[in-house]
């Protein structure tokens, strides 16, 4: 739509001067013509491919144990938006000779804006680095549970096999045995290759050498807490620790008619719709306004009135946000509470059972069948952790949590 509007345009001014551009002439092409046939496509042919691998995973070469205290602060202090910005911060522009009180002043300011936008970016990147620390530890978690799995099938495949040789009526349907196998085997596929993707994307956030053979291994055991969080008091530490919230006080406190230029610039940045309001406001009154103190103050006034206005609305989001989040949270954690009863349930099952085979009761295809349930259950029960961890993860960067004052030297 744009090229068209650009191109209309280029054509319009043309004609207005009196140029007129001639339509070019398309090339004649010779005709194509294609056979005619039925509907006839040709299936796939996937003879070559009958090798399943290895019963196993592979192993890499090594594994680099990591904490989430570990990722967290390497994700700060590596993050790449945050590093740029703080670089930024730190390096002094070139502009017109002012008077050195307002030099300070506008340096002051410039520091702070830079302090705080890092900080919103470290915390950012930090909230995406525990979010792919969590979802890996999901899936190595997923994988042993998986290979025991495979383990439990295989063994009441044998099972199956036995009493279909003694001649028993009463056992598993195998055709649904290999077909459990083979979704087995393609779990097993998809989880290596979800391993191997998030370890690639974590090491780079982290700043970890990609070539490094190595996987990452989770080493933290998540804890899934007793108490409630309160929404409202998340609200509250997050409207006070937020970045973004804390440097639009800082511009609206420290605005005055030395820093008015600067803080102008900042609001553009964040606000991209009053670029043509400084604008139009700068090229109406130019160099004159620092010097006019009347005009100064007014001009002060309006601009201040213009950020606390953008203040109340980022609140008013960040709230939502913050409210959101801590409904997740409480949400995952019931949700975990469930996901374990259905898990010692199952237990309870297995246990029954296996005291039955002890004494020497033929339920041995039973048994074979609860251990898989089981397993199945444990598997579920990970991923609901890892979904209420997740959304933990999420509260705290919605608060500001991740990466609060000096980040990476904490």
Known sequence: MRVALVFGMIVGLGSLVGCRTPMPVRPSLPETTLPVSDRQIPPFDVSAVTNLGPANPLPPVGYYRLTAEECRRLACANSSLGNLIEAGAATRPRGPIVSQCACTAIESLR????????????????????????????????????????????????????????????????????????????????????????????????????????????????????????????????????????????????????????????LVGLAPPLAAVVQATEQIVPALLPFVSAMAKAEVAAVRGQILGLLRDRERE????????????????????????????????????????????????????????????????????????????????????LCGGHCGNE
């Open 318 to 401: 960040a709230a939502k946000e913050i409210r959101t989040a801590s409904e997740e949270w409480t949400t995952a954690r019931e949700l975990v509470a469930i996901a374990r009863q259905r898990f010692e349930l199952n237990t309870g099952n297995v246990a029954e059972l296996q005291k039955k085979s002890n004494v020497g009761q033929a339920v041995e295809l039973e048994l074979r069948k609860a251990r898989l349930e089981l397993l199945k259950a444990e598997a579920d029960l990970v991923g609901e952790v890892i979904k209420w961890k997740l959304a933990d993860v999420k509260a705290r960067e919605t608060m500001g949590l």
């Open 111 to 266: 520091m702070s804006t830079g302090q705080y936008l890092s900080q919103e970016a470290r915390n950012r990147t930090a909230g995406s680095a525990l979010a792919l620390y969590y979802k890996l530890l999901e899936l190595e978690l997923k994988s042993d549970v998986l290979a025991s799995s495979m383990s439990e099938l295989d063994q009441l495949m044998k099972v199956n096999e036995k009493l279909i040789e003694k001649g028993f009526k009463q056992t598993a349907d195998g055709f649904e045995l290999k077909k459990q196998r083979l979704e087995l085997e393609a779990d097993r596929t998809r989880l290596r290759s979800g391993i191997a993707r998030l370890n690639a994307e974590l090491k780079s956030l982290l700043a970890i050498d990609t070539g490094a053979q190595g996987f990452l291994l989770p080493a933290d055991q998540v804890y899934v807490v007793p108490d409630p969080l309160d929404p409202e008091q998340a609200v509250q530490l997050g409207l006070m620790l937020r970045a973004d919230l804390n440097l639009l006080r800082t511009l609206a406190n420290t605005i005055d008619h030395r820093t008015l230029h600067a803080v102008r610039k900042a």
